[in-house]
């Protein structure tokens, strides 16, 4: 299917001691932004080697655009923790360099361009006597910016980043997804990013023990507390409507499909007037909780 960017078929990753990647089968769709979760040693940084073709499947299958990944992929770009950058040149040097190992002659203008959507002053000052953020701006820029890709792997990208340096990342990850572009996220401080994310993949050891869309998760319980003498009244309509609801002594969940405002609308037309109510925000977090089990490396 040509929207399909990523498939993998009971993909296993087995080490001597160890299956770091159990049993996957997934499609990620063109246009995504998937949040990557799980406990240390999940087996989310040997996903995203088997994605790009750093390791091979001991079973099963993946497919990258439509071919098995065996590194080099001119469509993909991978931002690990450790992409390397030649600290005695300059991130204007350092980004030329990205343009002529891709085979591209580099443009002045062009790397102007990018130093300044990274906020990186172009300057003599060389990398080695970078911050911590500024390498990770520009080891971002060499991923994404300096070439024509399609898809990204962004292992850890908020290590180093300050909080205008997460706000950054974020508008550029939405923009990348406004452009079709595919994201795989995997942090440690995902929940920083869960308002850019599409979708999301738990891992726990190895499996991935839950997945959805974002928006299937987000919001979508309404406490709503009645007076008592309300409670029939309410139900009786609620019941009648097909909604699904629990009752905890004066609250009640009910579960909304869509906008709660027209739920509370119809319910103070109908005459039950609702003392309080809130929507349930709290989604990934929970669901980390419930499905991101144990660490892998605890044995
Ligand atoms: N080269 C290797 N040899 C042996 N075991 C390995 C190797 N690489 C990873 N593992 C093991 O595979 C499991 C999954 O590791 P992986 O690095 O994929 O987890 P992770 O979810 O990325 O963890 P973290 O959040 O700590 O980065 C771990 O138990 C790890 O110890």
New binding site residues.
């Given amino acids: 299917m040509d929207n399909v960017v990523i498939e993998t078929n009971a993909l296993t990753?087995a080490?001597?001691?160890?299956?770091?990647?159990n049993n996957i089968s997934l499609s990620v769709t063109r246009g995504t932004v998937v949040g990557?979760l799980?406990?240390?040693?999940?087996?989310?940084?040997?996903?995203?080697?088997l994605i790009t073709g750093l390791?091979f499947p001991t079973h099963g299958s993946i497919k990258v655009f439509d071919t098995i990944p065996k590194g080099g992929e001119k469509r993909l770009g991978f931002l690990s923790e450790n992409i390397a950058l030649y600290p005695n040149l300059t991130a204007r040097e350092n980004l030329e360099i990205v343009f002529l190992q891709e085979g591209v002659l580099p443009k002045r203008e062009q790397i102007s361009q990018i130093l300044k959507t990274v906020s990186i002053k172009d300057t003599k000052k060389k990398v080695r006597d970078f911050s911590l953020g500024m390498k990770r701006r520009l080891q971002i820029a060499m991923t994404v910016l300096a070439n024509e890709r399609e898809l990204f792997i962004f292992?850890?990208p908020t290590n180093g980043l300050d909080v205008d340096g997460v706000f950054w990342l974020k508008e550029l990850i939405n923009n990348l997804k406004y452009q079709g572009k595919t994201i795989l996220l995997?942090s440690?401080s995902i929940l920083e990013l869960e308002d850019i994310l599409t979708d999301y993949l738990i891992?726990n050891?190895?499996r991935i023990s839950d997945k959805g869309r974002l928006d299937k998760i987000n919001g979508k319980v309404l406490h709503i507390e009645i007076l008592a003498n309300d409670i029939d009244r309410a139900r009786a309509f609620l019941e009648k409507n097909g909604f699904l609801f629990r009752v905890d002594g004066s609250t009640m969940s009910i579960t909304i499909q869509d906008n709660y405002k027209s739920l509370l609308k119809v319910l103070y037309e109908e005459g039950i007037f609702p003392i309080s109510y809130y929507i349930n925000k709290k989604s990934l977090v929970d669901k980390f909780h419930q499905f991101a089990g144990d660490?892998?490396?605890d044995?």
């Fill in positions: 990753k080490y001597k001691n160890t299956i770091a990647i990557l799980g406990k240390n040693g999940a087996g989310k940084t040997t996903l995203n080697k390791i292992d850890e995997s440690h891992f050891k190895g660490n892998n490396d044995k």
